[in-house]
């Protein structure tokens, strides 16, 4: 059972524009929204997260939105850079669940110059 | 600089065989976890441990052990019972009701059989 998913297996973007990553998801306990951005042969690293009681979330070029009636959340990133070239997972977390985290199957983003 | 290491970053094994991949932490946190990552698949993990001397299934734990004796450390013993071996391994840990902060990833390890 996919509890969280992301349904684009990669997305291609041109740079200065903006690139929006989807994701979806089935428990409606979910408590935190992570998304974490991949280089190849590394661990994740942290971006941005959102609570459940918010719907939106921005550092710098980065946003996250959520919408808990649809059960989807989304991030943009705006102007996208070459730098943002990665595998982006989004995860999600109860508190009811000791707060394991459960992860989307990524998608790839490529900026194109 | 406090972080998550893992080693060694490539392992080969025969079939047939246990292996042990390192896990090792310096940032005082509670909780640890391992999970794998396969091709076109997210993370799927395969225990956790939030206190020392206690761990949990997670949803692929078959074929693997843990232990928890330290709380710097969380060694992942894959065993011969393990049937598809072959993945991409990561290593985490978190403070205790992580909630918005996340995970901090180790480097991975990436595991062969041969």
């Known amino acids: 059972d996919q509890q969280v998913k992301q349904n684009s297996p990669s997305l291609s973007v041109q740079e200065g524009r903006i690139s929006i990553l989807n994701c979806d998801y089935t428990n409606s306990m979910f408590d935190y929204f992570l998304w974490y951005k991949k280089y190849p042969a590394e661990g994740p690293t942290f971006l941005i997260s959102?609570?459940?009681?918010?719907d939106k979330n921005e550092d710098g070029r980065f946003t996250v939105f959520l919408n808990k009636s649809a059960k989807h959340l989304s991030l943009h990133i705006v102007p996208s850079q070459p730098g943002d070239s990665a595998v982006y997972f989004c995860?999600?977390?109860?508190?009811?669940?000791?707060?394991?985290?459960?992860f989307g199957q990524g998608t790839r983003l490529t900026i194109n110059p | 600089d406090g972080g998550i290491t893992q080693s060694p970053k490539y392992l080969f094994r025969k079939e047939g065989q246990n292996v042990t991949l390192s896990c090792e932490q310096n940032l005082n946190h509670d909780a640890m976890y391992w999970y794998r990552q396969d091709p076109g698949q997210g993370l799927r993990l395969i225990y956790y441990?939030?206190?020392?001397?206690?761990?949990q299934k997670g949803d692929i734990a078959e074929g693997y052990s843990v232990s928890r004796e330290k709380k710097e450390s969380f060694p992942l013993t894959v065993t011969s019972a393990q049937k598809n071996p072959t993945a991409f391994y990561l290593c985490?840990?978190?403070?205790?009701?992580?909630?918005?902060?996340?995970?901090?990833f180790g480097s991975g390890t990436r595991l062969t059989v041969v």
């Open positions: 959102i609570s459940s009681i918010k």
């Open positions: 985490a840990s978190s403070v205790s009701g992580q909630g918005l902060l996340g995970y901090t």
């Open positions: 995860a999600a977390s109860a508190i009811q669940g000791a707060q394991k985290l459960v």
């Open positions: 441990s939030q206190i020392v001397n206690d761990f």
